[in-house]
């Protein structure tokens, strides 16, 4: 059985803090990760996504892998108030279709 | 302007009655998805579909059922036999290899 772990939180940082949003994954064999964001009653947004083979950096947002501890993190740099949302964390093996979702962590930037 | 519509936006439905919802997309995407979120709670996978005339199903199939018959198309009907429908019920669609999901806007189901 798969499973893909995140702190429910709520994590609370102050506006223009860095938030740090982590992921723990069992399968050794995951080779994609994605993140999205999903505001209260609204579906999920892609914000960014990860291959096994390195970290990605996208405006405020980086995503890092270390594989050797089996956990995936979301940075989110100068966060706003507007980040305030659940973020979900998705964890795909080579050759299957279908990804693995975390129950989310939501985060609350407070001004 | 590409993307997944999902259709209606908001559902009820009456005791013993099957409702069908709606999933479109116009980005060329192989395969497709539905999932059912349940507040505070994460995305259980229902049916998903690599290929036309082909899907599977996924963790909570049972009371529900799909089509394939068009690329563009997923529609999801919920049955009589799901006692417990009430629902964000959320299509996704992706290209192949590991390429991420996108989702739709999501259809809220309830019952009245």
């Known amino acids: 059985q798969k499973e893909v772990e995140q702190n429910s939180g709520p994590l609370s940082v102050p506006e223009g803090a860095i938030a740090s949003l982590n992921c723990t994954y069992s399968?050794?064999?995951?080779?994609?990760f994605f993140w999205y964001r999903q505001y209260s009653g609204k579906s999920p947004e892609l914000i960014m996504f990860?291959?096994?083979?390195g970290d990605k950096e996208d405006g405020r947002f980086t995503a890092q892998l270390n594989k050797a501890s089996q956990y995936v993190s979301l940075l989110i740099r100068d966060s706003q108030p507007s980040d305030s949302a659940t973020y979900l964390c998705?964890?795909?093996?080579?050759?299957?279709?279908?990804?693995?979702f975390g129950r989310g962590t939501s985060l609350i930037v407070h001004p | 302007d590409g993307g997944i519509t999902q259709s209606p936006k908001y559902l009820f439905r009456k005791e013993g009655q099957n409702v069908t919802l709606s999933c479109e997309q116009n980005l060329n995407h192989d395969a497709m998805y539905w999932y059912r979120q349940d507040p505070g709670q994460g995305l259980r996978l229902i049916y998903y579909?690599?290929?036309?005339?082909?899907?599977q199903k996924g963790d909570i199939a049972e009371g529900y059922s799909v089509s394939r018959e068009k690329k563009e198309s997923f529609p999801l009907t919920v049955t009589s036999a799901q006692k417990n429908p009430t629902a964000f019920y959320l299509c996704a669609s992706k290209t192949g290899g590991n390429q991420p999901q996108h989702f739709g806007d999501g259809t809220r189901l309830s019952i009245l």
């Open positions: 399968d050794r064999g995951s080779q994609s």
């Open positions: 990860i291959y096994s083979n």
């Open positions: 998705a964890v795909k093996s080579g050759g299957s279709y279908i990804p693995t």
């Open positions: 579909s690599q290929i036309v005339n082909d899907f």
